[in-house]
């Protein structure tokens, strides 16, 4: 197994959900992340593990000159998993020519929680660009996971975490012997680990904080290796 971290850059997200690259503003002011899409290759599949910023440079999307930048074409990516639809997760699944919205990963199944994205298209939060999420209703190529657990493929497999958000999900990749493990934002930081924390901007701070716990004595076990989507120092734990 193959993972690659896209790492789109080092940010500041102020109270309104604004995000500014740190070099671009430097500034004591707001919650310092990382935003870092993953790519994992199996045997089968070039899997995305969400999507970051709906950024462009030089009039293409950030994301593909990211896996341009690993000899990796768009078309190659086979499945998206989606954790949650805020838009540091979402943005880059595509964007508007005018009035048609085009997908970056046309190619690709998106798997995502049919509650998880329900209950996000009824937010009026800065967190959330429903301008997109109204798109994403529509895509042909969307399947709609509607369990608390399951399997996708004998590789991949996913369950609700529900800590960060109401249906918020996590992701295994298993190949082999390696066990890849996807906590997104119920584990962004290497941090969340080190300090037992219920988190006030957590939906369920509480159930978050137990599923860390409990993550991490299984991915001493079994040696997970733990994708960490908004640390800015080690994008891949590994145990």
Do not use: C
């Amino acid at each position: 197994m193959k993972i690659i971290p896209l790492q789109e850059g080092n940010y500041v997200v102020n109270k309104d959900k604004e995000f500014k690259l740190i070099n671009e503003f430097p500034s004591d002011s707001g919650l310092k992340m990382a935003i870092q899409p993953f790519l994992v290759v199996t045997e089968n599949d070039y899997i995305l593990l969400d999507l970051g910023l709906g950024v462009n440079k030089n009039g293409k999307p950030l994301i593909h000159h990211l896996l341009e930048s690993h000899n990796i074409l768009p078309e190659q990516i086979t499945k998206v998993l989606i954790s949650h639809f805020h838009k540091d997760h979402i943005e880059g699944i595509g964007y508007f020519d005018g009035e048609t919205f085009i997908q970056n990963f046309p190619d690709a199944t998106i798997y995502l929680q049919k509650r998880e994205l329900e209950f996000a298209l009824e937010q009026q939060h800065p967190s959330y660009n429903l301008s997109i999420l109204n798109q994403i209703k529509q895509f042909s190529n969307v399947e709609m996971l509607q369990y608390d657990k399951g399997q996708i493929t004998d590789e991949i497999f996913y369950k609700v975490s529900a800590g960060h958000s109401p249906f918020h999900q996590v992701f295994w990749i298993r190949e082999n012997n390696e066990i890849t493990f996807y906590g997104a934002d119920d584990l962004p930081q290497e941090t969340y680990l080190k300090l037992h924390v219920a988190y006030k901007t957590d939906y369920n701070g509480k159930r978050a904080m137990e599923s860390r716990k409990k993550w991490e004595q299984e991915a001493k076990e079994q040696h997970w290796k733990v994708l960490l989507y908004h640390d800015m120092k080690v994008p891949v734990l590994e145990f």
